[in-house]
């Protein structure tokens, strides 16, 4: 193996290969959109592989493209996980305040 392919996370993430078609041009969209947070593109599929390609909230199948978003938080800039591209919309609708998710769920438990 060349040190080029002992370098491509694609290459040694085998669970990343049989879950994933990427071609290259898609992997480079992803390198692009992690490095945005300080990731690398390694560290994107090794928290994939972490979260057993799941969304951290639903449990949604992650497939690591565009509908695979890089949760974070908004006063500190750290990734907290992969979302699902709606788990990480709710989120952004409120504004990432928890109290006002359990007011919301608490709603929700109450009107159904």
């Not at 290969?17 to 041009?25: A, E, I, Q, V």
């Not at 593109?41 to 390609?53: H, K, P, S």
């Not at 969304?55 to 992969?82: E, F, M, P, Q, Y």
Request: charged content about 20%.
């Amino acid at each position: 193996m060349s040190n080029m392919y002992a370098q491509n996370p694609l290459y040694t993430h085998p669970d990343i290969l049989s879950k994933l078609s990427l071609s290259c041009r898609d992997a480079a969209k992803i390198g692009a959109r992690v490095r945005v947070y300080g990731l690398r593109l390694w560290q994107f599929f090794d928290m994939l592989v972490e979260q057993d390609f799941k969304c951290l909230i639903c449990g949604a199948t992650l497939n690591g493209g565009s509908k695979t978003h890089i949760d974070h938080s908004h006063t500190s800039g750290a990734v907290r996980g992969l979302l699902c591209h709606i788990c990480n919309h709710g989120l952004g609708v409120f504004k990432d305040n928890p109290d006002t998710l359990r007011k919301a769920a608490a709603y929700l438990e109450t009107q159904t």
